[in-house]
């Protein structure tokens, strides 16, 4: 647990991304997930860093999105479109 926690808060400093866009890209894991705990603590955080009601209603919006789309492409296996590099 030591070793994790150190590499959470090396992960979760300032860097190329903000601690915001962080917090609410772990939440969305943490939401795909279902981990009660983490979606508590990183939206607590993420709501510290300035994330507002409305961002979090997006998000939950994208987080479902991406689930349904993701599993439907997968069910069909879609092939992945040449002008993606399939």
């Known amino acids: 647990m030591k070793r994790t926690w150190e590499s959470v808060k090396e992960v979760m400093q300032p860097g190329a991304l903000d601690v915001l866009t962080k917090e609410m890209l772990?939440?969305?894991?943490?939401?795909?997930?279902?981990?009660?705990?983490?979606?508590?603590?990183?939206?607590?955080?993420?709501?510290?860093?300035?994330?507002?009601?409305?961002m979090f209603g997006e998000l939950v919006a994208v987080v479902g999105m991406a689930n349904e789309t993701?599993?439907?492409?997968?069910?069909?296996?879609?092939?992945?479109?040449?002008a993606f590099g399939g």
């Open 26 to 54: 772990y939440l969305a894991v943490s939401i795909t997930n279902s981990c009660t705990y983490c979606i508590a603590s990183h939206s607590a955080a993420a709501a510290k860093a300035g994330m507002s009601q409305e």
């Open 70 to 82: 993701n599993r439907l492409v997968t069910a069909y296996r879609v092939p992945v479109d040449k």
